[in-house]
């Protein structure tokens, strides 16, 4: 947890995205840690097919993975200039 957040209960937004390029999450949006907890949702045939990722910390919801791919939308909103620059120019 950044101590930003531990302070004011409240983080600037990160120049670079909290995502990678798979959006799987690498840093919490708001508060900036890095420890997760993962809930498996559902399964077929006893594998893994839908995953929710809370952050430990602040407890926000910051990914869902389901079969094979991470939900992009979480990576896509995320509380960063680099998203933000490629959500304002990415729309005609
Ligand atoms: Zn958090």
Known sequence: MSIWYKIFKWKPWTILTNYDID??????????????EETLLDTVSNVPSEIDT????CKEHVNYWAYGAYDPIFRL???????WSIRRFAQK
Do not use: I, Y
């Not at 959006?23 to 997760?36: I, N």
């Not at 809370?54 to 910390?57: D, K, T, V």
């Not at 909103?77 to 998203?83: C, G, K, Q, V």
């Open 23 to 36: 959006s799987k999450c690498l840093k919490c949006p708001k508060c900036g840690s890095t420890s997760f």
């Open 54 to 57: 809370h952050c430990l910390e």
């Open 77 to 83: 909103s995320d509380r960063s200039f680099e998203m």
